[in-house]
């Protein structure tokens, strides 16, 4: 996979058994820690924020095929991935040190339908302290989550970008 993300490759992959889930996007970091990929919007034709995912959780991946490219109608990657630095994305640790202050999403393994939205305050080498924002786009608790018990962590998303907008 490491060369997928060399090439930077669309691909989906299957988080099925552990999460039911399939990610789609251009992938530009996979290692034995994390795959991280900047996600294709399928409803608009385009890419959209970043997803990251523990590589041991990936049960299979597929690499577009040439007929599936004709999904793209708009290659804004280019413009996306120049706003963050890649080298800083390792592992869960080093990702989220460079997401400090940033807004971001995390799904757990406990609930796939229960999710925090938060700003990273900090981060230890096991785990990361939120501050959360609620539905209503106001700032609640200090929520910390360990590595362990993540099993996504999306930014720059549009999802993300709106409640930034609107957080009071």
């Given at each position: 996979m490491e060369e997928i993300a060399e090439q930077r490759l669309i691909i989906d992959i299957d988080l099925a058994p552990n999460v039911d889930d399939v990610y789609?996007?251009?992938?530009?970091v996979a290692n034995s820690e994390i795959?991280?990929?900047?996600?294709f919007d399928?409803?608009?034709?385009?890419?959209?924020?970043?997803?990251?995912?523990?590589?041991?959780?990936?049960?299979?991946?597929?690499?577009?095929e040439e007929d599936d490219y004709a999904e793209l109608k708009n290659?804004?990657?280019?413009?996306?991935?120049?706003?963050?630095?890649?080298?800083?994305?390792?592992?869960l640790e080093s990702s989220m040190k460079s997401l400090t202050s940033k807004l971001v999403a995390i799904f757990t393994y406990d609930d796939e339908d229960v999710f925090f939205v938060g700003k990273v305050l900090s981060v230890t080498?096991?785990?990361?302290?939120?501050?959360?924002?609620?539905?209503?786009?106001?700032?609640t608790d200090?929520?910390?989550?360990?590595?362990?018990?993540?099993?996504?962590?999306g930014f720059d998303t549009e999802y993300e970008r709106e409640i930034q907008k609107n957080v009071v």
């Open positions: 789609t996007g251009k992938c530009l795959v991280m990929l900047l996600n399928e409803e608009d034709g385009e890419f959209d924020g970043f997803t990251i995912v523990k590589n041991s959780d990936v049960e299979k991946y597929r690499t577009w290659d804004n990657s280019e413009s996306l991935i120049a706003n963050i630095e890649l080298n800083k994305f390792i592992d080498n096991d785990s990361v302290e939120l501050f959360l924002v609620d539905e209503d786009s106001k700032w200090i929520e910390v989550i360990k590595f362990s018990d993540i099993s996504y962590l």
